[in-house]
Structures are given as C-alpha cells and as structure tokens.
T-cell receptor, first 113, second 112 residues
Framework: DTAVSQTPKYLVTQMGNDKSIKCEQNLGHDTMYWYKQDSKKFLKIMFSYNNKELIINETVPNRFSPKSPDKAHLNLHINSLELGDSAVYFC????????????FGPGTRLTVL | GDSVTQMEGPVTLSEEAFLTINCTYTATGYPSLFWYVQYPGEGLQLLLKATKADDKGSNKGFEATYRKETTSFHLEKGSVQVSDSAVYFCALSDPDDYKLSFGAGTTVTVRA
C-alpha cells in the first residue's frame, strides 16, 4: 500500500488556469506538508498542517490555497497559474514535528505553458 | 534562520569508490539532522537521521555522524554501487518546528 499518494503525477496546463493537486496519506499521521522543488532541485516548504490546522504558510502567493478536509488529506489548489509555478510539488506527512521522519509522496510535475 | 549548506555536485564516481558528501548547518537550537535520497523520477526517501550530538545514523551502507562542535553531518559510504546514483539532500528540523530545511542537493552518478 502506498503510504503517501498524490494525483495527478503530471499536470500540463495553460497560464491563467486553475488546478488542484490531491494528497492522501494512510499512515495515520497528524501533520502534512507541501513542498515545492524547482528546476534546480531545490526544495522549499510551502505549507504545514497539523490536525487540519494551518501551521506554516511560508510566504507563498495567495493564489495557492491548501485545504485539509480531514487529517488524511491535504489538497493544493492553485489559481491563475503562472509560468513560474512550473515545478515538482511534493506532499509529505509525519507523526509529529521536529525529530519525526517525514514521508514523501511521489510528486506532481506541474508544467505551465 | 536555520540553513543547510551542502557540497555542490555533480559528483561522478566509479563503482566501489568511496563517497563523501559534506553538509554543515546553522541553527539556533538543537536540530534533528536528516539525509534524504531522491532516485530518478521518484519522491524523497529517508536515508538516515540523527537527533542529538554524536549520534550516528546508518542505513544501506551509508553513515553520518551528528557533530555539534563543527555543525556538520557529512554523509559517507565506503563502496558505492550503480544503484546509489541519485540526488542526496541534507536537511534539518528544529524540535518545535513543522518543516524541514533542505540543502541544495548533490547529484551523484556512479559508473560501472
């Protein structure tokens, strides 16, 4: 069974469109995250949720809106897509903060044309 | 703020060679330190971690020791295989934090 899953794996869309990426974890974890990996492979936190509550919003444009309907899901909705949004987006989860291992999904490669 | 500085790549090695990837960090508290690996086309997997000074993390022949005096967490493997070709990320997390801060990643290619 996949621990952290994301859909879709690839997403190609036009500038200005709105799109969503879904994430689900079956590990029973309380905390979920979204990370962005740019073309140089650099990874940066976007959002952290703990028990469905937003904990971190790391200076992400408000075109990005995470939503956590329950502890097992954290979806990412992006409005008015821009060329610079092209990246790989990773969802992750962990049991707790700090020392806890984060488990990553396979990533969603978003290409904005 | 917290930061991680990682040896830049790419690194190309022959099979059975010794691998070391340097990682140093800056943190205000006592962070946990991690090495994650990303194989081509995949997500990140935890390779090893250490949560306090002098701890040694090890997995799949890789090792790293948490050195508080030098604020380092260098990754080593004595004899690499082609299957070790991947991008390696050093990362840290403060005990009360809800995020990982990553280094820039080091691409390692092992030739047969």
């Amino acid at each position: 069974d996949t621990a952290v899953s994301q859909t879709p794996k690839y997403l190609v869309t036009q500038m200005g469109n709105d799109k969503s990426i879904k994430c689900e974890q079956n590990l029973g974890h309380d905390t979920m995250y979204w990370y962005k990996q740019d073309s140089k492979k650099f990874l940066k936190i976007m959002f952290s949720y703990n028990n469905k509550e937003l904990i971190i919003n790391e200076t992400v444009p408000n075109r990005f809106s995470p939503k956590s309907p329950d502890k097992a899901h954290l979806n990412l909705h992006i409005n008015s897509l821009e060329l610079g949004d092209s990246a790989v987006y990773f969802c992750a989860s962990s049991q707790a903060r700090g020392t806890a291992t984060q488990y990553f999904g396979p990533g969603t490669r978003l290409t904005v044309l | 703020g917290d930061s991680v500085t990682q040896m830049e790549g790419p690194v190309t090695l022959s099979e059975e060679a010794f691998l070391t990837i340097n990682c140093t960090y800056t943190a205000t508290g006592y962070p946990s330190l991690f090495w994650y690996v990303q194989y081509p086309g995949e997500g990140l997997q935890l390779l090893l971690k250490a949560t306090k000074a002098d701890d040694k993390g090890s997995n799949k022949g890789f090792e790293a020791t948490y050195r508080k005096e030098t604020t380092s967490f260098h990754l080593e493997k004595g004899s690499v295989q082609v299957s070790d070709s991947a991008v390696y990320f050093c990362a840290l997390s403060d005990p009360d934090d809800y995020k990982l801060s990553f280094g820039a990643g080091t691409t390692v290619t092992v030739r047969a």
